[in-house]
């Protein structure tokens, strides 16, 4: 056979100038959602074991970093607590403290820089004696819907009260979104959206960012309350909820094992979609990177662009620093 082909879409790669004339998809700074560890103490800079490259940072050192992000354009912070042990109880008490190291971070960062946009996390674990994400019954061992919206109603208004500017439940109760939209309302704070994680699974991809927090469950599993990760159709039960309940925005969460679910919501939502670049899946990039065996920068940018073509208009991701420096070296 010797037919020459008619169609020959290589035309279109033939040069650099043409493959960017024709690229669908770009990724900007403006896309990244940087998640941050904080933790108690002065002066504390400790590197993540299974995360290289990502710190867990005293209130001190938090600002220079931020103002580090800033500088290259990263304008969105999650951060996440590590919290004493001590300070721990089955209510999670410590997350309603407006003294306590959470609230004081988010006061902080927005009194240095009032422009950035504060996600802040809604979920007991990283204060509750039971490492879970709700109030867990002492006789059972069931987690307790209706009591656990309580409590997070509380910690929403806490941390809207510290200067929040998007409230992140990541505890996956149910009906959590309508009750913290109720208790914004209803205390003045109707300007603070809420970035639901609409689509949370059980994943195995969590394990790093449990080892950052010291937030993993003293007894049992999330099963009871975090997706099945052979479900579809559920993630999109979910996301009617969560948009009939008033959520501003809706996040899917990993990422990379679920770009079909990322694809799926983006195509049944008029609403942003955001995706979480989880702790395990930044794991396997920077060990395989570390190794020799995948070239770190182009399998990061490849990652984060996959992400976004699969339908996400933000990406919460331990990337965004270094991809921001890559960005602005073009
Ligand atoms: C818990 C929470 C988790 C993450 C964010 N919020 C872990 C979990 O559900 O146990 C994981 C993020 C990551 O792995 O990077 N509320």
Same mark, same amino acid.
């Given at each position: 056979?010797? &037919?020459?082909?008619?169609?020959?879409?290589?035309? +279109?790669?033939?040069?650099?100038?043409?493959?960017?004339?024709?690229?669908?998809?770009?990724?900007?700074?403006?896309?990244? &959602? /940087?998640? @941050?560890?904080?933790?108690?103490?002065? +002066?504390?800079?400790?590197?993540?074991?299974?995360?290289?490259? &990502?710190?867990?940072?005293?209130?001190?050192?938090?600002?220079?970093?931020?103002?580090?992000?800033?500088?290259?354009? $990263?304008?969105?912070?999650?951060?996440?607590?590590? &919290?004493?042990?001590?300070?721990?109880?089955?209510?999670?008490?410590?997350?309603?403290?407006?003294?306590?190291? /959470?609230?004081?971070?988010?006061?902080? @960062?927005?009194?240095?820089?009032?422009? $950035?946009?504060?996600?802040?996390?809604?979920?007991?674990?990283?204060?509750?004696?039971? *490492?879970?994400?709700?109030?867990?019954?002492?006789?059972? *061992?069931?987690?307790?819907?209706?009591?656990?919206?309580?409590?997070?109603?509380?910690?929403?208004?806490?941390?809207?009260?510290? *200067?929040?500017?998007?409230?992140?439940?990541?505890?996956?109760?149910?009906?959590?979104?309508?009750?913290?939209?109720?208790?914004?309302?209803?205390?003045?704070?109707?300007?603070?959206?809420?970035?639901?994680?609409t689509?949370?699974?059980?994943?195995?991809?969590?394990?790093?960012?449990?080892?950052?927090?010291?937030?993993?469950?003293?007894?049992?599993?999330?099963?009871? /309350?975090?997706?099945?990760?052979?479900?579809?159709?559920?993630?999109?039960?979910?996301l009617r909820?969560d948009e009939?309940?008033?959520?501003?925005?809706v996040? @899917?969460?990993?990422?990379?094992?679920?770009?079909?679910?990322?694809?799926?919501v983006r195509d049944n939502t008029t609403l942003p979609v955001?995706? /979480? +670049?989880?702790?395990?899946?930044?794991?396997?990039?920077?060990?395989?990177?570390?190794?020799?065996?995948?070239?770190?920068?182009?399998?990061?940018?490849?990652?984060?662009?996959? @992400?976004?073509?699969?339908?996400?208009?933000?990406?919460?991701?331990?990337?965004?620093?270094?991809?921001?420096?890559?960005?602005?070296? *073009?």
């Amino acid at each position: 056979m010797s &037919i020459i082909p008619t169609h020959r879409p290589r035309r +279109n790669r033939k040069s650099e100038v043409i493959r960017n004339m024709v690229q669908e998809t770009n990724l900007t700074v403006h896309d990244f &959602i /940087y998640p @941050i560890f904080v933790t108690e103490g002065q +002066n504390q800079l400790v590197e993540v074991k299974s995360m290289p490259g &990502i710190f867990r940072y005293s209130l001190d050192r938090i600002i220079d970093e931020v103002g580090a992000c800033v500088e290259l354009g $990263v304008k969105s912070f999650a951060p996440f607590p590590q &919290i004493n042990d001590e300070l721990k109880d089955r209510l999670a008490r410590e997350s309603a403290n407006p003294d306590g190291l /959470y609230l004081r971070t988010v006061s902080e @960062i927005k009194r240095h820089f009032p422009e $950035v946009v504060l996600m802040t996390d809604v979920a007991m674990d990283p204060y509750s004696s039971d *490492g879970h994400d709700g109030v867990v019954d002492a006789e059972s *061992g069931e987690i307790l819907n209706d009591a656990s919206l309580e409590v997070l109603g509380q910690m929403a208004l806490a941390q809207a009260r510290a *200067g929040a500017d998007v409230i992140a439940p990541s505890d996956m109760m149910d009906g959590r979104v309508a009750w913290i939209r109720d208790v914004l309302d209803r205390n003045a704070f109707s300007h603070v959206s809420i970035m639901s994680y609409t689509a949370k699974y059980a994943s195995a991809f969590y394990g790093p960012f449990r080892d950052a927090l010291g937030s993993a469950p003293k007894k049992g599993d999330k099963k009871t /309350y975090q997706m099945n990760p052979a479900n579809r159709r559920e993630a999109l039960r979910e996301l009617r909820l969560d948009e009939a309940e008033g959520a501003d925005m809706v996040m @899917i969460k990993p990422a990379l094992s679920y770009l079909d679910i990322i694809r799926e919501v983006r195509d049944n939502t008029t609403l942003p979609v955001t995706a /979480y +670049n989880v702790s395990g899946e930044y794991a396997m990039v920077k060990a395989a990177a570390l190794n020799g065996w995948v070239d770190g920068e182009r399998t990061m940018m490849e990652v984060l662009m996959s @992400i976004k073509r699969a339908g996400a208009d933000a990406i919460l991701t331990y990337f965004a620093k270094e991809a921001a420096q890559v960005l602005r070296r *073009g």
